[in-house]
């Protein structure tokens, strides 16, 4: 299938999609028309923010070009993370965002910290520059260092989340206690009007020694895995407007058959 069809086809099968791509680059208007085109009215697009904005390394060349050469760069070519930058990234990437959100189709926007977004190394009040300007969204943020949902530190990740109507993105993991696994034992809602899912699979040598996000994720959930999966969506469906379950599991075709058969089990397919 060329590139161009796969996302009406998929919104042939699926209400809703969690957009990658932007965690790269910022997509331009007429990306974000095609989207719209290509999917029905109720669709739902949830969308990663930029890199930047994660705490990330990023290359200079994952800017657009008039910020590119506004930045200053270390000796690996990464930028300098900068408030100045921060804001005129949000800019040019919520241009972007108002196609989808004048078409009724943004859902979420998810913030996918970096595993050196560490209690060790940074507060969590670090965060308000980019919540605070998002206020009128939907935000989820999802931590990849272990060490803010542990312990005392739990608690107070939950209640600062929850104080700013943040979404605290739940997952499913392997069972390891890496520092850059969070437990999948967690089911916390921060934000009544979203609870946020995200499966990783099961496959912890290749979440921790992957040198490619198809090799980081490579696990083909089993059926009574996706039984697991649907009662934790129940569960959370209980205490929340809406839930958003992404299977992130994305070697070869795994993550689309999941939610397939995911979508059977909770009865939206027959």
Not at 3 to 15: D, I, M, S, V
Not at 91 to 117: D, E, H, T, V, W
Not at 243 to 267: C, E, I, Q, S, T
Request: one cysteine or more; charged letters at 25%.
């Amino acid at each position: 299938m060329h590139a161009g069809e796969r996302l009406g086809w998929y919104a042939q099968h699926f209400e809703m999609v969690e957009v990658n791509s932007t965690f790269y680059s910022v997509p331009d208007f007429r990306m974000a028309e095609r989207w719209c085109s290509a999917t029905p009215d109720e669709f739902t697009f949830d969308v990663k923010l930029h890199q930047l904005f994660s705490f990330h390394s990023t290359p200079a060349k994952l800017l657009p070009p008039e910020l590119q050469r506004r930045t200053l760069m270390d000796e690996k070519g990464n930028i300098e993370r900068t408030r100045d930058l921060v804001d005129a990234m949000l800019k040019l990437f919520l241009r972007s965002m108002s196609i989808l959100r004048s078409a009724n189709k943004l859902g979420a926007l998810l913030l996918q910290l970096s595993p050196a977004f560490s209690p060790r190394m940074h507060k969590l009040e670090e965060l308000d520059d980019l919540i605070e300007p998002l206020r009128d969204y939907r935000l989820a943020i999802e931590f990849r260092n272990r060490n803010w949902v542990t312990g005392d530190q739990l608690r107070s990740t939950i209640d600062f989340l929850r104080q700013r109507n943040a979404a605290f993105v739940n997952v499913d993991a392997p069972a390891a206690e890496h520092f850059t696994i969070i437990p999948s034992s967690l089911n916390e809602i921060t934000d009544p009007a979203l609870a946020y899912l995200r499966l990783h699979g099961r496959n912890a040598r290749a979440y921790l020694t992957g040198k490619t996000v198809a090799a980081r994720f490579n696990y083909n959930y089993r059926d009574d895995e996706v039984d697991d999966v649907a009662e934790r969506s129940w569960q959370l469906a209980r205490e929340a407007d809406e839930v958003h379950v992404v299977f992130n599991n994305n070697a070869l075709d795994y993550a689309p058959r999941a939610a397939m058969r995911l979508r059977k089990a909770l009865g939206q397919l027959i």
